[in-house]
């Protein structure tokens, strides 16, 4: 099992990015797909999830509004759209599939 995300970087509050996450190495479409985070010093947490059809999909109440979780199972890819990010959204971002399979996550940092 692997994951690859990407799609991080420095972004000014308000601001927006999409973070990809490619997986491998399990059927993909078979499973609910999951988005967290850890901010230093914090727990990771559960950022959204999302059904195997893409059809459903819960927040955080911190994201909800502002991010959108989405999947493709054509390209074994999850999507999490971040849209008017705040400091506080400030993190490592990784997708998971409800196990103790992790990638190396991708960096979030929002400053001006």
């Known amino acids: 099992v692997q994951f690859v995300e990407s799609g991080g970087g420095l972004v000014e509050p308000g601001g927006s990015l999409r973070l990809s996450c490619v997986a491998s190495g399990f059927t993909f479409s078979n499973i609910v797909m999951n988005w967290y985070r850890q901010a230093p010093g914090k727990e990771r947490e559960l950022v959204a999830f999302?059904?195997?059809?893409?059809?459903?999909?819960v927040y955080a109440d911190s994201v909800k509004g502002r991010f959108t979780i989405s999947r493709d199972n054509d390209k074994n890819t999850v999507y999490l759209q971040m849209n008017n990010v705040k400091p506080d959204d400030t993190a490592v971002y990784y997708c998971?599939?409800?196990?103790?399979?992790w990638g190396q996550g991708t960096q979030v940092t929002v400053s001006s």
């Open positions: 998971n599939k409800g196990d103790d399979n």
């Open positions: 999302i059904s195997t059809s893409g059809d459903y999909a």
